[in-house]
């Protein structure tokens, strides 16, 4: 009886990690090339976290800007849907990065962290976006 308790106690306790495995964020770093094949492939949500200054002087096409350092970066961010896979860019990759870690604390699912930025996107030749 002893050994069925302790069976079924543990079973228990493994089902609970799997559970919630299923429920972590999970943060990928990705090329531009795996970046084109998303949006093509995937409903996500394009945030681009520079500033207005920087995001005026061009941005990805379809992308949304939230400045990662203004003081209400953390109350924009409520307004994207968690359940969405999010893909974050700046200009070489450090702001995207540590907004990846607040996304990811704040319960998103699926993070996307776009590795050296508008910078790499530009050399790779993928087009950009300006306000004319």
Do not use: H
Not at 45 to 67: A, C, L
Not at 79 to 93: F, R
Not at 117 to 128: M, N, P, R, V
């Amino acid at each position: 009886m002893k050994k069925i308790t302790i069976f079924l106690s543990l079973l228990f306790a493994l089902s609970l990690t799997n559970c919630a495995n299923e429920t972590q964020s999970e943060i990928k770093v990705i090329s531009p090339e795996e970046m084109q094949t998303l949006l093509e492939l995937d409903d996500v949500q394009i945030v681009d976290v520079r500033t207005p200054e920087e995001y005026k002087n061009g941005f990805i096409d379809n992308s949304q800007n939230i400045d990662f350092n203004s003081p209400t970066f953390d109350e924009d961010i409520t307004k994207l849907d968690k359940t969405k896979p999010v893909i974050l860019y700046c200009k070489s990759g450090g702001r995207s990065a540590k907004c990846s870690e607040k996304l990811k604390k704040a319960g998103f699912v699926k993070i996307y962290d776009l590795e050296g930025g508008i910078t790499k996107w530009k050399f790779e030749g993928f087009e950009i976006e300006t306000f004319n």
